[in-house]
């Protein structure tokens, strides 16, 4: 996390030639997803990121406990949620962002700390399934 320029203007780029209709797609499908989810754990999330964003530094990186009470909160809001929803959304901005967008960002970042943090998403994945 703290590799990455939180700061940086890329991500409010259009990724790619995407065409207006995929990228309604893809949010229409995260809209779905929100829409199911459990509303006390999306507010848990919501409160903890407001909380964290007093306590960041000046890129924008969040402090260890906040990270973690943010992805906490989302990860129980997440869990509520049908896995065929989750996969409606990953797979629609899978769609948006395929080609140089995780390679761009990949290379803006220490690639041994990228790939830690992958295995960090895969073990949140895991754990939010379990909890199902």
């Given at each position: 996390m703290k590799d990455?320029?939180?700061?940086?203007?890329?991500?409010?780029?259009?990724?790619?030639?995407v065409s207006a209709?995929?990228?309604?797609?893809?949010?229409?499908?995260?809209?779905?997803?929100?829409?199911?989810?459990?509303?006390?754990?999306?507010?848990?999330?919501?409160?903890?990121?407001?909380?964290?964003?007093?306590?960041?530094?000046?890129?924008?990186?969040?402090?260890?406990?906040?990270?973690?009470?943010?992805?906490?909160?989302?990860?129980k809001a997440i869990a509520a949620v049908p896995t065929s929803k989750v996969m409606d959304v990953y797979n629609a901005f899978s769609k948006i962002t395929a080609g140089g967008v995780p390679n761009q960002l990949y290379s803006t970042v220490n690639p041994q700390d990228a790939i830690k943090a992958y295995n960090a998403f895969l073990n949140f994945k895991d754990v939010v399934k379990a909890s199902r």
């Open positions: 990455v320029d939180w700061t940086s203007n890329l991500y409010l780029k259009k990724p790619g030639s209709k995929d990228a309604l797609a893809a949010v229409d499908k995260a809209l779905v997803m929100g829409a199911g989810m459990d509303s006390a754990a999306l507010q848990e999330a919501a409160k903890a990121h407001v909380k964290a964003i007093a306590n960041m530094d000046s890129k924008g990186v969040l402090t260890q406990d906040d990270f973690t009470a943010i992805n906490a909160g989302l990860g």
